[in-house]
């Protein structure tokens, strides 16, 4: 079992950043692959970015290619989500995962314009 806690969400103005972080316990959960999934009022469930198992694969939506960054460290047992460039289409709640398996309870993220 694994349990995932993310934090660092909040309100920015459209251009800003945030940094969100998924801190996991549990089973030894540097041996998941990890990402972020995000989902907007009224909208289904989407893709954001993944990070394998020792940090070098990575993957990203088209939508946040260039702005985001996903990275992990194993020791800490923590994966992040550095945001940049924001938009308001980027307003939504952020969920970490672990293998597609395991899910934390989401951050708010909130962009102005």
């Known amino acids: 079992q694994v349990q995932l806690v993310e934090s660092g969400g909040g309100l920015v103005q459209a251009g800003g950043s945030l940094r969100l972080s998924c801190a996991a316990s549990g089973r030894t959960a540097s041996t998941y692959a990890m990402g972020w999934f995000r989902q907007a009022p009224g909208k289904e469930r989407e893709f954001v970015a993944a990070?394998?198992?020792?940090?070098?694969?990575?993957n990203y939506a088209d939508s946040v290619k260039g702005r985001f960054t996903i990275s992990r460290n194993n020791a800490k047992n923590t994966v992040y989500l550095q945001m940049n460039s924001l938009k308001p289409e980027d307003t939504a709640v952020y969920y970490c995962?672990?293998?597609?398996?395991?899910w934390g309870q989401g951050t708010q993220v909130t962009v102005s314009s």
């Open positions: 990070i394998m198992l020792g940090g070098g694969n990575v």
């Open positions: 995962e672990a293998d597609h398996t395991y």
